[in-house]
Nanobody, 123 residues
């Protein structure tokens, strides 16, 4: 059974930083494209950042230059470094794994999900 566990959320002031981690167990991490999604109040879940099995990354326009996604195959973890945070980044952040090489922007194309971690950015 594949399990994803996120950590690192919390409350931060605008302009601050947070680092989210997602530990993957029970599966073949190296064969999964990984994504970080977020869902704000009253909004749809959206892809924030993704990384394919080869390490290629892509980002939503709203976070480019501020967020960095990375993966560590030795630790089976994927990390999202979030800098210069803004109040509009407030959301529940989810880690997701897709059993294919490439990242997708579509929620339904991911096979496994974490439970989510709250990120709150105060102004």
């Amino acid at each position: 059974q594949v399990r994803l566990v996120e950590s690192g959320g919390g409350l931060v002031q605008a302009g601050g930083s947070l680092r989210l981690s997602c530990a993957v167990s029970g599966g073949t991490f190296s064969s999964y494209a990984m994504g970080w999604f977020r869902q704000g109040p009253g909004k749809q879940r959206e892809l924030v950042a993704g990384i394919n099995t080869g390490g290629r990354t892509n980002y939503a326009d709203s976070v480019k230059g501020r967020f960095t996604i990375s993966r560590d195959s030795a630790r089976n973890t994927v990390t999202l470094q979030m800098d210069s945070l803004k109040p509009e980044d407030t959301a529940v952040y989810y880690c997701a794994a897709r059993r294919l090489r490439e990242v997708s922007i579509y929620v339904y194309e991911y096979n496994y999900w974490g439970q989510g971690t709250q990120v709150t950015v105060s102004s």
